[in-house]
């Protein structure tokens, strides 16, 4: 269990910089990825499991 939410850390942070990345505008770009984030850690994606 500890490997999957560990792996589950990584595959958001991995998303969260290709987001911010490939926007200048970061503050926007949070916006988006604070609520995605919080999603996946409540409900992971059903991909994972």
């Known amino acids: 269990m500890y490997i999957l939410k560990a792996f589950i850390a990584k595959y958001i942070v991995y998303i969260a910089i290709i987001f911010i990345m490939n926007?200048?505008?970061?503050?926007?770009?949070?916006?988006?990825?604070?609520?995605?984030?919080a999603k996946s850690i409540i409900n992971p994606p059903n991909l994972l499991l």
């Open 23 to 37: 926007d200048i505008s970061i503050l926007n770009k949070l916006k988006t990825i604070i609520p995605f984030i």
